[in-house]
């Protein structure tokens, strides 16, 4: 592979009131000339914020909320670069990380993703990558230099894209969460490598992209997409009766987990676990296949 740059590359952030996030991605971001930022119709400032730290920036603005997978493939079908590193809003690092991922593609040529090791907030490794869960059960974080794992967390991914195209990107049926894994899988069984770069590193303030509304409305709205989310991944790689009996699974434990919140008055997690509930109840099993979106 020939010598490459960051000029080869395009940030490509999805938004959704995250105002607050906006200036700690500059930083980050500071060595990528090309970016692009999907608003998943925002209430607060977020497009005036993006505007003003990312003057060159193309935005797209949703007119609804279209989920994670949804807006990255709009970014994905109009980034005319070799890379695209997508990045979550609740992420940032002190120093450029672009350039310290890049290497990776010109010693792994094959590689189709490179990511960086997470941190939480308090600077604690955060468990992004594994092995592929359909094969073996990860035994935690042990690695000290690039290396080829079989899942790495969608919050910060640099992928080379002409390794990927073939197979689609995000399956848009995963509204929110499971949508990374679902690629990863894919390009795992494709036999497309996935590494990661536990040197180049970045902060994740988990759940904290979106700020602002109805704190409990937020809430509900993951739970109710995590547990739809989960039972369509189960669906789509073990067939509908694994998946019905996963659904059945995860209500009977929702249920008295809700009645111990209750008791506990912890608001914000029987909103979660309500929304749990309720995005199981209102879901139906398919018996179809799901279809990906190809870009070419």
């Known amino acids: 592979m020939s010598k490459i740059s960051s000029a080869d590359v395009t940030a490509i952030v999805v938004t959704f009131n995250s105002e607050h996030c906006i200036e700690n991605l500059s930083t980050m971001l500071c060595d990528v000339e090309n970016s692009i930022f999907v608003d998943n119709n925002s209430s607060d400032g977020t497009v005036v914020k993006i505007s003003s730290a990312f003057p060159n920036a193309k935005i797209i603005r949703n007119t609804k909320n279209e989920g994670f997978g949804t807006a990255n493939n709009k970014a994905l079908s109009i980034t005319d670069t070799k890379f695209a590193f997508l990045v979550n809003p609740d992420c940032y690092a002190s120093t450029p990380l672009i350039t310290s991922l890049l290497p990776i593609f010109e010693d792994y040529p094959d590689a189709a993703i490179a990511a960086p090791q997470i941190l939480n907030a308090d600077g604690e490794l955060e468990v992004n990558y594994r092995w592929s869960r359909l094969g073996w059960k990860s035994t935690g974080l042990h690695a000290d230099g690039p290396c080829c794992v079989g899942f790495v967390s969608g919050a910060a991914m640099l992928i080379r894209l002409d390794a990927i195209r073939h197979i689609g990107f995000f399956d848009e049926q ?41 704190t409990l409305t937020n809430e509900y709205t993951r739970g109710f997409h995590h547990a739809q989310s989960k039972i369509k991944f189960e669906q789509k790689y073990f067939g509908k009766h694994r998946a019905q009996i996963l659904r059945l699974k995860v209500l009977l434990y929702a249920m008295p987990t809700l009645a111990f919140r209750l008791l506990g008055l912890h608001p914000k997690y029987i909103a979660r676990i309500l929304g749990r509930i309720i995005g199981l109840a209102r879901m139906q099993v398919r018996t179809e296949g799901p279809s990906l979106r190809k870009i070419r």
């Open 174 to 214: 995963f509204f929110l969460y499971y949508e990374d894994e679902d690629l990863c899988e894919r390009l795992f069984k494709h036999k497309l490598e996935l590494i990661v770069a536990p040197n180049a590193k970045i902060f994740h303030r988990s759940r904290g992209s979106v700020r602002g509304g109805n």
